[in-house]
């Protein structure tokens, strides 16, 4: 089956400083589409950003994310994190199963602290 | 307004009894989960709906069984639940094609006693 690999369980970076959060992934189907959702406390995921397209970036709220096909890769990126970027961070994709109909799967995920 | 929305937010249930989590939107999405997450294992998914009547296991579905009878609506089943059942439920909903990032539900805190 398909597994995406997010890994750092914990990430803690300096306010204004950069931030990469890593994901790969393996896919026995045809992957679809690729996901990241962030996660606040107490609150339900939700989606951050998405990408389809082969080395294409993919920007939302400052973060970006580019997918590599060759190196089965859809890393997180933000040039300055903030505070209120401390949430959890899941890594997902979307393919397609034998039976014809698509299923998502998610990482571990992975929080991020920003500290001032 | 496009929304899922979950009952209860938190039950409280003894070892042994019965449970039933109950999802339900309004957006006339044909594809329905529920997943749950616990520290350091994310989100797992129990079951997936591909619309009323049409549902398949996920990844950890022993000791849960599902319902939708109707396509905004979808039930989770936990029949004589057990402690280690205590976890966070989200269920959410999205349209059928592959492209579409499940919308989730703000969750249902269960604490099997």
């Known amino acids: 089956g398909d597994s995406v690999t997010q890994t750092e369980g914990l990430v803690t970076v300096t306010e204004g400083l950069p931030v990469k959060l890593n994901c790969t992934y393996q896919t026995t189907y045809l992957t679809i589409a690729f996901f990241w959702y962030v996660q606040y406390l107490n609150e339900a995921p939700q989606v951050l950003l998405k990408?389809?397209?082969?080395?294409k970036r993919t920007e939302h709220q400052g973060f970006h994310a580019t997918l590599h096909k060759s190196s089965s890769s859809f890393h997180l990126q933000k040039s300055s994190a903030q505070l209120s970027d401390s949430a959890l961070y899941y890594c997902?994709?979307?393919?397609?199963?034998?039976?014809?109909?698509?299923?998502?799967?998610f990482g571990k995920g992975t929080s991020l602290v920003v500290h001032p | 307004d496009m929304k899922v929305t979950q009952m209860p937010r938190y039950l409280i249930k003894r070892m042994g009894e019965n449970v039933l989590l109950e999802c339900g939107q309004d957006?006339?999405?044909?594809?329905m989960y529920w997943y749950r997450q616990d520290p350091g294992l994310g989100l797992q998914l129990i079951y997936i709906?591909?619309?009323?009547?049409?549902?398949s296991e996920g990844d950890i579905p022993k000791g849960y069984r599902v319902s939708r009878k109707k396509r905004e609506h979808f039930s989770l089943i936990l029949d004589s639940a057990k402690t280690n059942q205590t976890s966070v439920y989200f269920c959410?909903?999205?349209?059928?094609?592959?492209?579409?990032?499940?919308?989730f539900g703000e969750g249902t805190r269960l604490s099997v006693l």
């Open positions: 709906s591909y619309d009323v009547d049409s549902n």
């Open positions: 990408s389809s397209t082969d080395n």
């Open positions: 997902a994709l979307s393919s397609l199963t034998s039976g014809g109909n698509y299923k998502p799967t």
């Open positions: 959410a909903s999205s349209l059928r094609a592959g492209d579409q990032a499940p919308l």
């Open positions: 957006m006339s999405h044909e594809t």
